[in-house]
């Protein structure tokens, strides 16, 4: 497991979601927009995946994932890559439902204070109708990919 710096871990809070890629049956890439929860010193990165659909059905075939998250103002970005397991719900730790449950709220709010100052975005509320988490994907990062251009570190 790689050791994850404290600038590192700061860039993907600072991030509204990450874009995680697996592998498909046919070798090919998936990208999907999933919900960072929690991510440490200790190279764990907990993700949340609400759909059960693609990203659930190629880990289960193939653990190989990465976690990629760019702020495209500041010109910086990184990717994760590991392996990943999936926790089912009864697996998930009751800090962790906390850390979701945080997330939301706090994007919910940065909706809504955007919504007032009349910043245009969705007209309604998406975070109010995702469904409550049935699992999340645990991920010990094995790599840390800087895609920040060497002529600008």
Not at 78 to 87: E, N, P, T
Not at 121 to 144: D, F, K, S
Request: net charge positive; hydrophobic share 35%.
């Amino acid at each position: 497991m790689k050791r994850l710096s404290e600038e590192i871990i700061r860039f993907f809070y600072s991030q509204g979601f990450v874009i995680v890629s697996t592998i498909d049956k046919e070798g090919l890439a998936h990208n999907s927009c999933k919900g960072l929860i929690e991510i440490n010193h200790n190279g764990m990165v907990y993700l949340l995946d609400l759909y059960r659909a693609r990203t659930l059905e190629n880990l289960k075939n193939n653990p190989s994932i990465g976690v990629t998250a760019v702020d495209e103002h500041k010109f910086v970005g990184y990717s994760l890559v590991g392996k990943a397991k999936v926790l089912h719900e009864e697996q998930l730790k009751p800090h962790i439902i906390k850390a979701w449950e945080s997330r939301i709220s706090s994007r919910l709010t940065q909706r809504l204070l955007r919504n007032i100052r009349e910043e245009k975005g969705h007209p309604r509320h998406p975070e109010i109708l995702l469904p409550r988490p049935e699992y999340m994907i645990a991920m010990e990062v094995e790599r840390v990919i800087d895609l920040t251009p060497h002529h600008l570190k």
